[in-house]
């Protein structure tokens, strides 16, 4: 008996066994030597390859399920980038110098900005909220108009 590893057109490889290597060829000449997987009879011998490469075939198929680890119940610290530090340490630079050198308007900012911008209002800096659409309306009507990022510490 002589063993052959065989693979198929379609790329499966598989073994089988022949009393000799006429036998192999008069079976396969005559389409027996088929495919396990998919019956194709177009296979050839295939190229032996070292056995270490074929770990995944002698892998054994019945292995016991490896329960899952707990997921950890430690809290991952939280790590403040040095660039989310720099950028807080800008933001809050720039809040500072607003309310040094602007004025504070709230929520009446758009209404403020708008009013500087018809002439009705004294032109200078402020600074104040506005909401989305608001601030997309002073866009639009040419009014400059520059989002700054709300401190973080503001949000708590
Ligand atoms: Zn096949």
Redesign the pocket.
């Known amino acids: 008996m002589i063993r052959y590893a065989l693979a ?5 490889d598989f073994e089988s066994w022949f009393r000799d290597s006429a036998a192999y060829d008069e079976q396969r000449a005559q389409g027996f030597v088929a ?6 009879a177009k296979v050839e011998k295939a190229i032996m390859a070292p056995r270490v490469a074929r770990t995944d075939r002698d892998a054994p198929a019945l292995s016991a399920p490896v329960p899952a680890e707990p997921a950890s119940e430690a809290t991952v610290p939280a790590v403040v980038s040095e660039k989310d530090r720099m950028l807080r340490d800008l933001v809050r630079r720039v809040h500072a110098h607003l309310k040094d050198n602007a004025d504070y308007v709230g929520p009446s900012f758009a209404d403020e900005a708008r009013r500087m911008h018809e002439g009705e209002a004294e032109m200078r800096a402020i600074w104040g909220e506005a909401t989305l659409e608001e601030a997309k309306a002073l866009i639009e009507d040419g009014i400059e108009a520059m989002p700054i990022p709300a401190l973080p510490d503001d949000r708590n």
């Open positions: 198929c057109d379609a790329g499966h495919c396990p997987f998919c019956g194709s």
